[in-house]
């Protein structure tokens, strides 16, 4: 998930009581629910393959996220005694109460990444298998307004703090409405209306004191909604599958293939719109499912499994160390040759099906990689 839902995590199990555990609780459970994403520091000494490589690795196993949930309290704390010796006062910080709370908290981060489908490792060093649950799309609106507005409604008791939550409302309002991002969106317009009634309904919750009736039970309660939430996507998403591999079983039958296997994927704030990525044995396809309209035709995209020309070029890309570490993070890989009919040098256009096709340029999930295919090279040769 984005940092910014994991900063929200932390915030709301702060107000749902952790806070009272230890002074300095609060920023603890914020640093606690981010600090397996520690592993970006990689960048700073590699590239993106390095950090493609190294991502949501050992900082995301069990083995790390309990080395880190001991770490962060025991910094806190001797920070804490460090700075009390020197402005000669007694500590204020107590350490059973930033154990407990950086355990609870930290643990949040990889359950939370697991849901989607870029996925975790969590028995390395061990085991180095990426386990998904493909049930949240790694941006989800709908939980910054359940987690974010448990926060407002609890922490906004200043002029600053008002101010402070009426520009982070306004950002991720403008991120909904304007920004390229948003024409992913599914029913744009559904979705503005259905988040502007939300936002103005949190200030009227605010304005008639809801923080004061109800208290830390805003906080336990968004974590429940978020719960319900997931079990509803759970649903959603086991109907998807049903009628997913229908549509795979019917395609894959036209083509004379068998399935191997197939995932329904998450979209973007939409919990009626999932992907289907499936794996045959002659090719690998993915295609768009609405569940609230079951007689759509959905556009199939479809990718053979390499062979000839473009089964020898990936063999000699293969060993170059990008393709390496592409390789063994794509989940669904595909490949094609830019230039079929070249006669010097073309490119190996590799992608991650389920976030792209090859040919774009989105980053980490795209590998492009020259070949040659002269008449005397072994691509060139038929």
Request: overall charge positive; glycine content about 8%; hydrophobic content about 45%.
């Amino acid at each position: 998930m984005d940092n910014l839902t994991h900063s929200l995590v932390g915030l709301t199990a702060a107000k749902a009581g952790l806070e009272r555990l230890s002074p300095g609780a609060t920023m603890l459970c914020v640093i606690a629910a981010n600090s397996p994403d520690v592993d970006v520091a990689i960048l700073l000494r590699g590239d993106r393959w390095t950090y493609l490589q190294h991502h949501r690795g050992i900082t995301h196993s069990i083995v790390g996220v309990f080395a880190l949930a001991l770490l962060l309290p025991l910094i806190f704390y001797g920070v804490d005694r460090l700075w009390a010796w020197y402005r000669q006062r007694p500590p204020q910080t107590r350490l059973r109460g930033l154990m407990s709370a950086s355990l609870i908290v930290t643990a949040s981060h990889p359950i939370l990444d697991w849901t989607n489908n870029y996925g975790i490792r969590p028995f390395l060093p061990w085991n180095g298998e990426w386990t998904y649950l493909d049930l949240v799309y790694i941006v989800d609106p709908y939980m910054w307004l359940i987690l974010g507005g448990a926060v407002f409604l609890l922490s906004a008791k200043t002029t600053g703090g008002k101010i402070i939550w009426g520009l982070v409302a306004a950002a991720l309002t403008a991120l909904m409405i304007v920004s390229s991002r948003a024409g992913a969106l599914p029913n744009r317009t559904l979705f503005v209306v259905f988040w502007l009634v939300a936002i103005g309904v949190l200030i009227l919750m605010f304005r008639r004191g809801a923080a004061d009736r109800w208290g830390r039970k805003i906080a336990t309660g968004a974590f429940n909604i978020v719960v319900f939430y997931w079990v509803g996507l759970s649903a959603a998403q086991l109907l998807a599958h049903s009628r997913g591999v229908d549509y795979a079983e019917a395609i894959a039958r036209g083509n004379g293939e068998l399935i191997r296997r197939a995932t329904v994927m998450p979209t973007l704030a939409n919990p009626f719109g999932w992907d289907l990525v499936f794996e045959t044995t002659g090719a690998t396809y993915r295609l768009h499912l609405s569940l609230l309209d079951s007689n759509a035709q959905p556009k199939v995209v479809r990718y053979e499994k390499p062979s000839g020309l473009l089964a020898a070029a990936m063999a000699k890309v293969s060993q170059e160390r990008s393709a390496r570490v592409f390789l063994g993070f794509a989940r669904y890989p595909v490949a094609q040759l830019a230039d079929p009919q070249c006669t010097t040098q073309t490119l190996v256009q590799m992608s991650d099906l389920r976030y792209t096709e090859p040919g774009s340029s989105r980053g980490t999930f795209t590998l492009n990689l020259p070949v040659d295919c002269r008449k005397n090279d072994q691509v060139g040769e038929r």
